[in-house]
């Protein structure tokens, strides 16, 4: 499926509240709190020239997040930022001042951490980084994982020394979980998604993920004139799309969304012109997309700042993950988990469709940018898939920042 967005806020400047939250200032706070984490260092760009070339494109860049901060996955920049922030909030609150992130370990805020609990709903890669921030601060976490979550990945989870609760059905299901046992306990919910009444805590989680943005625009010798990001409740693609828009106003790139066609929660929400839920049917190889309902956070910044919507299949993305670790010629290889080159299979799908093509005005001068937004977070089966094992970009090399304590 391909749409155009014919939403009637397309094209509008961003509500000013979700400008400020994915805009400059916002992401030179992201970017001062990774400084201080032990382990962070800028993911690399990766040119793929030969690819290019092969679908009639000038560049191909992806933002490789397979190395963020030893938890393979973009997810790593939002749970953690989130939960850091809140704690100082709530710091601020008992001291009856403004905490600095540079007080962080401090005497006065490791109480205020050792009271917290941190619940969130996952597929897998945003538990994981909840889980880290909690025990990076000293805090706990609880993490509600549906029936569809690997055991690889929940016990990736449980590394970090979180409470790991499962669910049966679907994330959805989860989310809901997790927000009724958490309002029960008073522990602090940090989700992805957003519903009414609920949006300054994603609105954190997108704020986190900005950072693989601006380290993007530094990084690339010209801004892309083309996105295709991966979509699950929406976040990460509207927190691209929402810098962009911020950053470089007109000159912004053609964005289009992309998910899986078993799970297109914002595909149909795009269709309907409204936040819809889809029906719960057959699993999705691209398991952390697996989303039934979008985040209306999300949606509100993708009505306005995405241009087109379109869906790929279980082989699109199976494909893409072979072909990104068996390149074109000389380009590099990429380690992909099952939904991390679900962009580059929107893409290539694109360029081979003469309509889609058009549509999207994509040509030889065309600089697209991807993000490759998790490696191999379940090592099984991307063996399995891909055929050739890796624990590069699984968190089991993942080292704790040498400053994180316990209560």
């Known amino acids: 499926m391909f749409l155009l967005n014919n939403h009637p806020e397309y094209s509008k400047p961003l509500d000013p509240a979700d400008a400020e939250t994915l805009g400059v200032a916002a992401a030179n706070k992201v970017e001062r709190f990774l400084s201080f984490r032990e382990n962070h260092a800028e993911t690399p760009l990766v040119a793929l020239p030969r690819l290019a070339a092969e679908i ?31 704690l100082l909030e709530e710091a601020g609150e008992s001291l009856g001042r403004a905490v600095d992130v540079s007080e962080l370990y401090s005497a006065e805020v490791r109480p205020v951490a050792c009271s917290m609990t941190f619940a969130c709903a996952t597929d897998g890669n945003h538990g994981r980084s909840v889980a880290q ?53 008073g522990w602090t919910v940090v989700s992805d998604t957003s519903w009414p009444g609920y ?20 990084q690339m010798p ?44 914002i595909v149909e ?14 699993p999705t190889v691209m398991a952390m997309l697996e989303c039934n309902t979008p985040s209306l956070l999300a949606w509100r910044i993708l009505a306005r700042a995405a241009d087109a919507f379109m869906t790929v ?65 379940d090592p099984g089966k991307y063996e399995e898939i891909v055929g050739a094992s890796t624990r590069r970009s699984s968190d089991l090399s993942y080292r704790p920042d040498e400053n994180a304590y316990l209560c």
């Open 56 to 86: 009639g494109v000038s560049a191909i860049h992806v933002k490789d997040e397979a190395y963020r901060l030893g938890l393979g996955s973009f997810k790593a920049l939002g749970g953690a930022y989130a939960v850091i922030r809140l």
């Open 133 to 185: 921030g909690a025990q990076l601060v000293g805090a706990k976490a609880a993490i509600f994982v549906h029936a569809g979550v690997s055991k690889e990945r929940v016990a990736a989870i449980a590394r970090f020394g979180a409470e790991i609760i499962r669910v049966d059905g679907s994330y959805d299901d989860s989310v809901r979980e997790s927000s009724r046992v958490a309002e029960a306990n």
């Open 199 to 218: 949006e300054r805590i994603p609105g954190l989680v997108m704020q986190g993920y900005v950072a693989l943005v601006r380290e993007s625009l530094r």
């Open 222 to 265: 010209e801004p892309p004139t083309h996105v295709f990001i991966q979509s699950g409740v929406g976040g990460i693609a509207a927190a691209v799309a929402g810098h962009l828009a911020v950053e470089l106003g007109a000159r912004r790139p053609t964005f289009t969304v992309v998910d899986p066609a078993r799970a297109a929660c």
């Open 269 to 282: 929400t795009a269709r309907a012109g409204r936040p819809v839920t889809i029906a719960h049917g057959e």
């Open 313 to 377: 299949d279980e082989d699109d993305a199976i494909s893409v993950m072979r072909q990104l670790a068996d390149p074109v010629a000389d380009d590099p290889a990429i380690v992909a988990g099952e939904s991390g080159g679900v962009g580059l299979a929107g893409l290539l799908k694109a360029a081979a469709d003469p309509e889609m093509r058009a549509a999207l005005r994509i040509d030889g001068r065309s600089r697209i940018f991807l993000v490759n937004t998790e490696g191999a977070t």
